[in-house]
């Protein structure tokens, strides 16, 4: 694994400086920001995507486009190239904010709204039914989570519950998921000990459940299990890349 992790984060960083579109980094770009927003409802297809990727175009199409949809998906772009540009630095406060402003500053709908952009939520929110942290409570609770973090082995245990806990505090007005998701793949290219994995559409009943479990019995079980098997998949797709 260490000998994929390493060539992975150099094609990367190569393909991103290139403007490459037809390698692994296109390839989870794109793969990464369909499944992402899709979890969160984008209407767009990986066609589409592909499209607005490679050449910044959407093809010809009998029904409409939601301008967020195109917007979040531009940001998401942003999002993994500030996530690649940023790889040596430890994970952040100020850092986790800025991926948020990537993915979120050019969302008309959002700043239309007064959502904060790049900052903490200033409302209260809620995942369903769910309380989350208010947001006099935000900074505390995210410090504590970072602080923690810092001290434990890295392994996919820790990773589980570091996303499950930092869902429950969910820390921005939107785009929580969509930050979250990100976080993991870039702590999985930092660390030796972690596989890389990109959550899929097709697995978001077990995604959801898996948070559930953690929010109501602070198990990781099910969300450890289909990371795991999420990471294999990804390392199987790559290898049509690897010469």
């Known amino acids: 694994m260490s000998e994929f992790k390493q060539w992975l984060i150099e094609r990367l960083k190569i393909e991103q400086k290139r403007f490459d579109r037809s390698g692994v980094y296109a390839y ?32 010809i199409s009998d029904d409409y486009y939601r301008a967020k949809d195109v ?28 991926l948020h402003c990537e993915l979120k500053s ?24 769910y309380k989350t942290a208010l947001p006099k409570d935000v900074e505390t609770e995210m410090k504590q ?3 923690w973090y810092y001290k434990q082995e890295k392994s996919m ?5 570091f996303h499950a806990r ?35 559409d097709d697995d978001k009943s077990k995604y959801l459940e898996g948070l559930k479990e953690f929010r109501e019995h602070h198990k ?17 797709e790559c290898q049509y890349f690897i010469d």
């Open 71 to 98: 917007e979040e998906m531009n940001g998401h772009f942003l999002m993994f190239n500030y996530m690649l540009d940023t790889l040596e630095e430890e994970l952040a406060e100020n850092l986790i904010k800025q």
């Open 220 to 236: 990781i079980d099910q969300l450890l299990e289909l990371m795991q098997k999420e990471a294999e998949t990804y390392y199987q």
């Open 28 to 59: 989870t770009q794109k793969i990464v920001a369909y499944n992402s927003n899709k979890i969160e409802g984008s209407k767009l297809t990986l066609e589409q995507i592909s499209s607005l990727f490679d050449n910044g175009t959407l093809p």
């Open 145 to 147: 989570l970072l602080d």
């Open 106 to 129: 050019g969302v008309f709908e959002d700043r239309a709204k007064g959502y904060a952009i790049g900052d903490y939520k200033k409302r209260p929110n809620m995942i369903g039914m």
């Open 157 to 161: 245990k820790t990773l589980a519950e």
């Open 166 to 200: 930092y869902e429950l505090i969910h820390p921005f007005q939107a785009g929580n998921g969509r930050t979250g998701r990100m976080i993991l793949f870039r702590e999985c290219l930092k660390y030796n000990e972690l596989a890389p994995f990109i959550i899929l």
